[in-house]
């Protein structure tokens, strides 16, 4: 091997194989073609620093992504759920900060992590963590925003959220379940319960709160864009809500959603 | 003149990583230190906390940008989003100089997200110094690569390692962050003395050195960062700093990171170090 890209593309296969290098025969042989062993590694035992490398850095980094997960699935299953993933999707981004990034959809469609939904939707609950944490920054509503509004524009108003938040409708109370493993509590896998939350940015630290299927409704439709007057229409329909009770409740949701330094603009 | 002389570069005397266990003590009660590096790549990201945290740290230290990721000596093209975000980084930061690693991370099909070795060969201090360039130009800052720790070495090398680091730094002009600890992995991995490494590095470009500790494995010895610096390693940084003078020093602690009195002892370990080598040999301050 003489020419730096076909010497680089061999080693990077190379250090993507999950088992070790040095007791295959025909491994040892390529690695002769490309490296130099010397009196302490033969060139097959070079190339494996690097591979072994590769899987404590990546599944790793996915560990401390996914403590949940990791729980749920074991020590050994989340290893092998981690490399079937580096395997099936090979990290691309510069930083390992986004090496999760399709996780969720992988254990949604691969065997035999698809057989059960908890494992796409606890994934995709964490992801929520990663990305709130560098999410953009947005200064919370200005009141005067709101004192300004005039009676007949709330129908017409669009709201803008906070970067950080992540709306999440999950098949497991994963926020109940993620808690308990961060806090090194015994805890039970959770069974399949329906469960609306929200992940974001707090003051300093990141947070989820649970919603209500009403507040979820309407929040992730104004989230989408569509003015409050619609997206009250269609949460109502959703939901099958008494409209009456329904209209009640916003006010209410809409402060607790201000509160939290969700709601950023009105538009 | 030199390198350091021609661009200006300062010394900031000796510093740390800024890591997350420290970021509250740090943040919070402003501790003595000299100066700080960060990892580049854990700030190139879109706003929040991380962001939050630099800001505050730059109130109050001189903070220099150090990238794990440029893969510099890749055969894929050079990351267009990669160094639009370094760059955006930089005119926040307007650091002395910025650096990254003498070294390959991937291909254009993976990121291997590590510090790989390069075949020691002409051919490739071309392709690494044209590259070089080109991140130079683009970023405007002076640019340093630090020498990494090996593992592994390639039959197409036909050059020491030193003499691939001096040949891209002279043929790039670019600086160079000599990382001693590097120097004593390789040395031991691969069997040559440290101190011909140490002797043939062009000082006038070395704009930092880092120290860090290292995992013996028993057949080789890791990089790991995760301990004190060892004694061998001491010695060979009062070598170098014999020979280059007053240069920024980092400590680098990544790993089993400890209390942050242990770090700034660490880093006043060097201090002393360094003070007492340039007390007994006058004339390397005075060398640009
Ligand atoms: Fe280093």
């Known amino acids: 091997m003489k020419n730096l890209s076909e010497i680089q593309a061999f080693v990077a296969r190379s250090v993507q194989r999950r088992d070790p290098l040095p007791p295959d025969p025909a491994a040892a042989r390529e690695a002769e073609l490309a490296l130099v062993g010397n009196a302490r590694l033969s060139a097959v035992e070079m190339l494996d620093v690097y591979r072994e490398q590769f899987f404590l850095r990546h599944v790793g980094a996915l560990r401390e992504d996914f403590p949940a997960l990791e729980h749920m699935l074991g020590d050994a299953g989340f290893d092998d759920a981690a490399c079937a993933y580096l395997a099936a999707i090979p990290p691309r981004d510069f930083s390992l900060r986004d090496l999760g990034a399709r996780l969720p959809g992988f254990l949604r469609e691969a065997a035999p992590w698809s057989a059960d939904p908890r494992h796409a939707d606890l994934a995709r609950f ?17 009141p005067a925003k709101i004192a300004a509004m005039p009676e007949d524009g709330w129908a017409r108003a669009r709201v803008v959220f906070h970067p950080s938040l992540t709306l999440l409708d999950l098949c497991i109370p994963a926020h109940r379940y993620r808690a308990a493993v961060r806090a090194g509590e015994p805890v039970e896998p959770p069974s399949l319960e329906r469960t609306m939350c929200a992940v974001y940015m707090g003051h300093e630290t990141l947070e989820c709160a649970e919603l209500e299927p009403g507040a979820y409704a309407l929040v992730t439709r104004l989230a989408r864009g569509v003015p409050l007057g619609a997206a009250c229409e269609e949460a109502v329909a959703e939901t099958r809500a008494e409209p009456a009770a329904f209209e009640a409740e916003i006010g209410g949701w809409f402060q607790g959603w201000t509160q939290r330094g969700w709601v950023v603009d009105l538009t | 003149m030199g390198y350091r002389q021609k661009h200006a570069i300062p010394d900031l005397g000796v ?12 943040l919070g009660e402003r501790p003595p230190m000299d100066w700080f590096e960060i990892i580049s790549e854990n700030f190139m990201v879109r706003g929040g906390r991380p962001i939050a945290n630099l800001g505050r740290l730059l109130e109050t230290y001189p903070v220099v940008p150090h990238g794990v990721s440029l893969s510099i000596g890749g055969t894929n093209p050079l990351d267009r989003d990669y160094l639009a975000k370094l760059k955006k980084l930089v005119e926040w930061l307007e650091p ?25 060969n002409r051919k ?3 392709h690494v110094a044209d590259r070089v360039k080109k991140v130079q130009d683009h970023l405007g800052i002076p640019f340093a690569l630090e020498n990494v720790s090996s593992y592994m070495s390639y039959r197409e090398s036909d050059m020491p390692e030193w003499e691939l680091v001096a040949e891209v730094a002279e043929r790039a002009d670019c600086g160079i962050l000599f990382d001693v600890n590097n120097v004593f992995v390789s040395a031991h991995n691969h069997g040559f003395d440290p101190n011909l490494y140490i002797d043939a590095i062009p000082v006038d470009r070395v704009v930092q050195i880092h120290l860090a500790g290292h995992t013996d494995k028993g057949r080789y010895i890791l990089d790991t960062h995760s301990d004190f610096v060892r004694d061998e390693v001491w010695a060979l940084y009062a070598r170098a700093i014999r020979r280059a003078g007053a240069v920024s020093t980092l400590i680098e602690w990544d790993d089993e990171i400890p209390e942050w009195d242990v770090l700034s002892a660490e880093a006043a370990k060097a201090r002393e170090l360094r003070r007492a080598t340039l007390a007994e040999a006058p004339g390397a301050e005075a060398r640009p």
């Open chain 2, 124 to 126: 490739v201090v071309e």
């Open chain 2, 96 to 120: 002395p100089w910025c650096s990254d690693h003498l070294c390959w991370g991937g291909t254009g099909s993976v990121n291997i997200h590590d510090l790989l070795p390069l075949p020691q």
């Open chain 1, 126 to 142: 964490e992801w929520a963590y990663v990305d709130a944490w560098d999410a953009p920054d947005a200064p919370p509503l200005d």
């Open chain 2, 15 to 26: 510093g740390v990583g800024f890591r997350v266990p420290h970021f509250t003590h740090v």
